[in-house]
């Protein structure tokens, strides 16, 4: 990396926003402009200074107030032009999913060793992008078993039912609150026991949780 780049970096925890700005701060070619702690800071920082190239913004997950999906969903409409590396303890498949589908250019672990961190930027940079080994198994896994076990469609009155169960309400309850019989609830509850592949009440809640119909 013989030009010069501009980077920004975002992480609201201090000790490793000052270790991974020790690190940079090495490369001749790395220029940090901005350290934030939140992706408000980084954003309104953009936002201010539109004639100022930024190449990079390397962004954690969990910050406060917004945190990296949002923060790199801002930059890519707003910005464009602009390369994001996430780098987080996470391994959630669904974010990482959110992420790559909103054009993240780069994802790896905090754990990651500093080869691994400046292999990253420096690919970013040349215009490729990088996801470490960890994070695509993590992503083959998640399409492995959506593929295995396909989405399971519920009609609105067995959400309903579902939702109810989730919530601790006995069958008569259930059955006063939807104006049905006592005896349609147990066919409900039989049946999604059986559509959703569960043995139990306990499963059914469980499901209803992982779902986020709860939410």
């Known amino acids: 990396m013989s ?3 501009s980077i920004i970096i975002a992480d609201d925890h201090a000790m490793f926003l000052d270790g ?7 490369e001749a070619s790395i220029n940090i402009i901005l350290t934030a702690k939140t992706g408000t800071q980084v954003l309104k920082y953009l ?4 004639d100022e190239k930024i190449d990079l913004v390397i962004t954690d997950i969990n910050m406060p107030e917004m945190d990296g999906v949002e923060l790199n969903a801002a930059i890519k409409s707003e910005f ?3 390369k994001t590396l996430v780098v987080s303890m996470l391994e959630d498949a669904k974010k990482i999913k959110i992420l790559t589908e909103a054009n993240a250019n780069g994802y790896i672990s905090k754990n990651a060793e500093k080869t691994e961190l400046l292999k990253a930027i420096k690919s970013i ?3 490729e992008n990088y996801f470490s080994p960890r994070i695509k198994q993590v992503l083959m896994e998640a399409m492995f078993s959506a593929k295995s076990n396909p989405e399971i469609s519920l009609s609105k009155r067995e959400t309903e039912v579902l939702k ?3 919530q601790e309400f006995t069958t008569q309850e259930i059955a ?3 104006f049905l019989s006592k005896h349609t609830i147990e066919s409900y509850r039989k049946n999604l026991i059986s559509k959703l592949g569960v043995r139990n009440l306990a499963g059914l809640t469980r499901y209803a949780v992982e779902k986020g119909m709860l939410d």
Do not use: H, K, V, W
Request: charged share 15%; aromatic share 4%.
């Open 164 to 166: 109810l169960i989730a």
């Open 47 to 50: 936002r201010i200074n539109t």
């Open 3 to 5: 030009t010069s780049f």
């Open 20 to 26: 991974l700005t020790s690190i940079l701060a090495e």
């Open 125 to 127: 940079l040349e215009g």
């Open 80 to 82: 464009p032009q602009i």
């Open 176 to 178: 006063d609150q939807l």
